[in-house]
Every structure is written in structure tokens, then in C-alpha cells.
């Protein structure tokens, strides 16, 4: 199947700081892809659509201020997380829709904020 | 609103039995079902997927079965080994003249499934 990247795979920050995170499909050109948040025990949440060439799209209660994307190419996406607090901490997943409809997801991304 | 949701759980079967976890859906214009397989501090990894004009879709080990009129569908997992003890989650998208935008999947809360030797 299709190759998504996540860059980095952890990190770790002091409250107040940005973090940016990386999304790339490796053989595939993405015109939209999608960024995900993950708490412990739980289930994919949809924060937002990243739109190559456009605005992204953010999912109800999700502040498009403090998570900002870029879809800069075809296949790369980021996600600044800006001014960052402890409860932004969590795993960060991205994907992308491979040929045909299957969805790719990254590798994730566990952002630790003291 | 959960518009797919996901039953058991969490799952513990023995070395060799079958693992199954169902899930039901609300919104009868979803038209792909995949199944994703997540280790912990892992992404997801697309396990098996269908779409409503196939009642069942075999892969290997692992079969959906799909049962449009009561919106629900199912993963079996046959012959379990230990190796398949990982978090299944189910989900479901509109994908037919949606472009790809629409491709967002709505999630199941997962199953956590535990294989013992």
C-alpha cells in the first residue's frame, strides 16, 4: 500500500512554544489529506482537511488559531500546533487517500508539552 | 451523535479461536467500511475494507461480513494468533461522487483485542 510519513515521531516541548509536525505521502500525490488527535485508550478524533492550494477545513470545536495547516505541495501537509499547553499533548496522526479511496495514516506523532 | 458504533470493547480469545467485533452505522449514504488495525504508539494500518455491494469480502484470516439493510458489519478474525492482539477500529466514509474531500472517515471507538498463547 501507499506510504504516509510523519516527521517528528516525538517531541517535546515547553508550554507556550510552537511545534510544527510534518505530514508526507511518499508515492502518492495527496491533494487532501487529514489530521487526527488521539488520547490514551481512545479512538480517532478529526480535528481537520488539509486542501492542497486552499484554506483547510477544521471540524466543529477544533480552534483553527492554535492548530494551524498548510498543504504547501502535493504531498506535504503541516500542522503547527502554536502556544502549546499540556493538555495539547497527545498523538498526532495524519493520513492521506490513496488510489481507489483507502485511506493511509502516518505513524503518529506524540507531542509531550511540560 | 456517534454515527458508527463499535461493540465489544475488549475482546479476549484464546490462541487459535475466532475473533469477531461488529459495528453498526447511522448514516445509510456511507458507502466504504474499512477495518484498521493500531498498535499501541503505532498509526493505523488499513486491515481489510468493503463497500455495500458485496455481502462479504475475505481476505486471508480476516473477513467482513455486510449486512446493508440492518447497517451493520462485522470482522472475524479466524485461527487468532497472540500477534493480532492490537486495538480494531471500524469506520465508514462517502466516497461516490464525493471527491476528495469526502474521503473523511467517522470512527468506531475501537476493540481492544487480546489473543492469549
Known amino acids: 500500500g501507499a506510504v504516509v510519513s510523519q516527521h517528528p515521531s516525538r517531541v517535546i516541548c515547553k508550554s507556550g512554544t510552537s511545534v510544527k509536525i510534518e505530514c508526507r505521502s511518499l508515492?502518492?500525490?495527496?491533494?487532501?489529506m487529514f489530521w487526527y488527535r488521539q488520547f490514551p485508550k481512545q479512538s480517532l478524533m478529526l480535528m481537520a482537511t488539509?486542501?492542497?492550494?486552499?484554506?483547510?477545513?477544521?471540524e466543529q470545536g477544533v480552534e483553527k488559531d492554535k492548530f494551524l495547516i498548510n498543504h504547501a505541495s502535493l504531498t506535504l501537509s503541516t500542522l503547527t500546533v502554536t502556544s502549546a499547553h499540556p493538555e495539547d499533548s497527545s498523538f498526532y496522526i495524519c493520513?492521506?487517500?490513496?488510489?481507489?479511496?483507502?485511506?493511509?495514516f502516518g505513524p503518529g506523532t506524540r507531542l509531550t508539552v511540560l | 451523535q456517534q454515527q458508527v458504533k463499535q461493540s465489544p470493547q475488549s475482546l479476549i480469545v484464546q490462541k487459535g479461536g475466532i475473533s469477531i467485533i461488529n459495528c453498526a452505522y447511522e448514516?445509510?449514504?456511507?458507502?466504504?467500511f474499512p477495518w484498521y488495525q493500531q498498535f499501541p504508539g503505532k498509526g493505523p494500518a488499513l486491515l481489510i475494507a468493503?463497500?455495500?455491494?458485496?455481502s462479504e469480502k475475505k481476505e486471508g484470516r480476516f473477513t467482513i461480513s455486510f449486512n446493508k439493510s440492518a447497517k451493520q458489519f462485522s470482522l472475524h478474525i479466524m485461527d487468532s494468533q497472540p500477534g493480532d492482539s492490537a486495538t480494531y477500529f471500524c469506520?465508514?466514509?462517502?466516497?461516490?461522487?464525493?471527491?476528495?474531500?469526502?474521503?473523511?472517515?467517522?470512527f468506531g471507538k475501537g476493540t481492544l483485542l487480546t489473543v492469549n498463547p
Open positions: 469506520a465508514a466514509s462517502i466516497e461516490e461522487g464525493s471527491g476528495g474531500s469526502n474521503y473523511k472517515l467517522t
Open positions: 488539509s486542501n492542497e492550494g486552499s484554506k483547510a477545513t477544521y
Open positions: 493520513s492521506a487517500p490513496g488510489a481507489g479511496g483507502p485511506q493511509y
Open positions: 448514516n445509510t449514504a456511507f458507502d466504504y
Open positions: 468493503i463497500r455495500p455491494d458485496v
Open positions: 508515492d502518492f500525490q495527496a491533494t487532501t
